[in-house]
């Protein structure tokens, strides 16, 4: 069993920086791909990054490439969020799986979500 909670969301203007972390208990935490997905209102669940197990694999959507960056240290994973735009509104959720992911039909685990405002 793996438990996620989620911080650092907060409102931005477009243009800055925020910082995602995810907490995450449980012994077996190293033995899972960790990611980020983001669910803006009236919206799908979109795939932003996942890290596999021993942090040496990453993918990103198209949309944050380059200016995301998603990193796991111990029982935590991070997602630095750089060049913030105002399309980057939503709740962002971490997730765990036992592989790296693009989709949120098999996740095993998630968090509780941390809203994430980018004005313009």
């Known amino acids: 069993q793996v438990q996620l909670v989620e911080s650092g969301g907060g409102l931005v203007r477009a243009g800055g920086s925020l910082r995602l972390s995810c907490a995450a208990s449980?012994?077996?935490?190293?033995?899972?791909?960790m990611g980020w997905f983001r669910q803006a209102p009236g919206k799908e669940r979109d795939f932003v990054a996942t890290i596999n197990p021993s942090g040496d694999t990453t993918l990103y959507a198209d949309s944050v490439k380059d200016r995301f960056t998603i990193s796991r240290d111990k029982n935590t994973v991070s997602l630095q969020m750089n060049s913030l735009k105002p399309e980057d509104t939503a709740v962002y959720y971490c997730?765990?799986?036992?592989?790296?992911?693009?989709?949120?039909?098999?996740?095993?685990?998630w968090g509780q979500g941390t809203q994430v405002t980018v004005s313009s």
């Open positions: 997730a765990a799986d036992f592989t790296v992911f693009t989709t949120p039909r098999s996740i095993h685990y």
């Open positions: 449980g012994r077996t935490f190293r033995t899972y791909a």
